[in-house]
């Protein structure tokens, strides 16, 4: 698994490391946007198909990498496999989302909860791992991914994607307990599950918390960081002898910002609603940031967009640890070659002394 | 107009006033969850018929003061108003929510937008509001209010809510002279209904910003805040010789308190993923805050809702220019007696001194 890596820029961005330019990627860069994507998920049939289909999982995460030259490629999957593989029963309503047949909604339920096992229930999502990172042949580094175990349990409790979370917050609010004893055993399986990404090949590590921005701050580290902490300690840390970086995002998370870096991760994803100069100096520059353009802003003209791209790149300023994505993943509609020009307007803007130079020497991994 | 009030506690909150407790309201206060208004509700048959019944809105308008004892009103209206005033087409689909017959997509469509006078479209608004005003009698203040210029144009141009507010920032990123037209008579229009409303009797104005939260900070600026600048501007200040104080609530907005309070309102509502501690550390006590329970807590068990009434009035501290309500609108499945139990936990557990006194003598209006 230690082919020589041609571009690691990205890997070296979250190190904070100076680079010759600012190394760029985009949230569910393999996706619905895109025509070829389209093709496979009809070859395909359904979504969970193509998820556990390591041959057209790894086509997918390919295809913009192959596009668009980005340079880090992201595991195509969801992050409802955990709850999956504890029997909720993963289904999607068309136009309704994912739903689990079986939520968990009581203390048995909860009790009842398995954690499971990587190379079981969830081997066809190593499988993928390791024929992207095959496929990959070393062009750009691999990213794995989870969902944070309050995001997951907002899914798992409330049977689907929600409005106002009432269901898994009246359990956090009525019973505090049975929801803590979720987390835990969610965060025990995703414990697991990353590091078994790392063990076939996952690069980099990435932790979803699309919903943590729903809580008060006090909640919010009780509920999630809390459990995020215990995911960064107890996640491998290096491969192939090279640091395996994590980025931390909890979406509309800004105010907390300071106490996400003191997990010790090594990146925060940023949402569009921070400004990254606010953002760096809520940090203190101890962590690489992400992001963070608003994906709407792909409906803008070309024009618009480097406009758009020129104001990201200067509101993180001068100094190392950029790594430069949307703020939250593309949307459906946008034109594919809208995505195009914004890379090139990153590439271009963020050009440092005139070098190109993409990989480290002795830095391999 | 000028019926001596019997509880001012409001008003004084607003003005940063030492008062003997914290007073308190709740966004929808009058809403689905109280069986009373389901009855009056059922009674006009529809949504909009009950808005539009000055006697019904009234009657809705009263039943949460009548049954809580709080120290506000707020007219029963909806943000919609005013759109459908300018021939949009408003109505509800069950179960959907708003959605308008005639939204507003081109140059043509914001050219042809009227700035409907408050006295003749939006008349029934005005009735309610001095229907209202005389049969409270004094006995608390009403507050009225509007959406923000923005927020109503998610809605115009969206055509109703949005999940990912795809069209109206496709205008925001592709043409943006377009939507700042559109934001500007909405503005206008916002400022003679606001100000018509404090003619009938509104003795407070509060501005809902729902979805100003999902700007990034530099396109907040000048496509939110920047017109409830000229809002706040624009606005009647003073009524029956007494300050009418404006409160501006930005959903999401915690980042920009600072530059909302720039803006010169009286106060500012902060929903519950702020902690009001930071939030008076970034306004510098310039404006008073109101919030921010998070509105789920009141699924909890009545000792669960007092552990969280004090930890906000505990994250507000001490010193005045506190106005307890929940960080956004009471849930529609929440049991009315633990709205009880939140709002008598407020009186006690804020109380000052022993002292019960509602009213200071020589400040009515």
Chains 1, 2 share one sequence.
């Not at 999957?77 to 939520?103: C, K, V, Y």
């Not at 024929?131 to 899914?155: C, D, H, K, M, Q």
């Not at 353009?293 to 480097?306: K, N, Q, T, V």
């Amino acid at each position: 698994m230690s082919t020589v890596l041609q571009n690691d820029l990205y890997l070296r961005a979250l190190n904070r490391e100076e680079l010759p330019r600012t190394p760029v990627w985009v949230m569910r860069q393999a996706g619905r946007y895109l025509p070829e994507y389209l093709r496979v998920r009809q070859q395909a049939g359904d979504f969970m198909t193509l998820c556990s289909t390591p041959e057209l999982a790894c086509e997918v995460t390919l295809q913009p990498v192959d596009r668009f030259n980005l340079d880090a490629a992201i595991l195509f999957s969801d992050i409802l496999t955990i709850p999956d593989a504890m029997g909720l029963g993963l289904h999607f309503e068309p136009g309704e989302g994912p739903r689990f047949s079986n939520p968990v909604r009581t203390p048995a339920d909860v009790r009842n909860l398995p954690v499971p096992d990587p190379m079981d229930k969830l081997r066809y999502v190593m499988d993928a791992v390791s024929t992207i990172r095959r496929e990959l042949n070393g062009r750009v580094p691999l990213i794995g991914f989870s969902g944070s175990p309050w995001t997951l349990a907002t899914y798992m409790v409330e049977g689907g994607g929600s409005k106002d979370f009432s269901k898994v917050k009246g359990m956090l609010f009525s019973d505090p307990s049975t929801l803590h004893e979720l987390l835990n055993r969610t965060t025990q399986s995703v414990i697991a599950y990353l590091n078994a990404q790392v063990s076939a090949g996952a690069q980099s590590l990435m932790i979803f918390d699309t919903w943590g921005g729903v809580l008060s701050p006090a909640n919010y580290r009780e509920f999630s960081l809390g459990y995020m902490q215990q995911i960064v300690d107890g996640l491998t840390r290096e491969a192939d002898g090279r640091k395996v970086p994590i980025v931390l995002f909890t979406k509309n998370g800004g105010q907390w910002l300071d106490v996400m870096a003191d997990t010790g991760c090594d990146g925060l994803g940023v949402d569009w609603t921070t400004d990254l100069a606010d953002a760096r100096a809520r940090t203190q520059d101890r962590v690489a940031l992400q992001g963070n353009l608003d994906p709407s802003a792909l409906y803008g003209s070309p024009e618009r967009i480097r406009v758009e791209v020129k104001r990201v790149l200067d509101s993180f300023g001068t100094g190392p640890g950029h790594v430069f994505n949307l703020g939250h993943g593309i949307h459906q509609h946008v034109n594919p070659e809208h995505l195009g020009v914004m890379v090139e307007a990153v590439r271009e803007l963020s050009a440092r002394n005139g070098s190109t130079q993409e990989s480290a020497p002795g830095l391999h991994g």
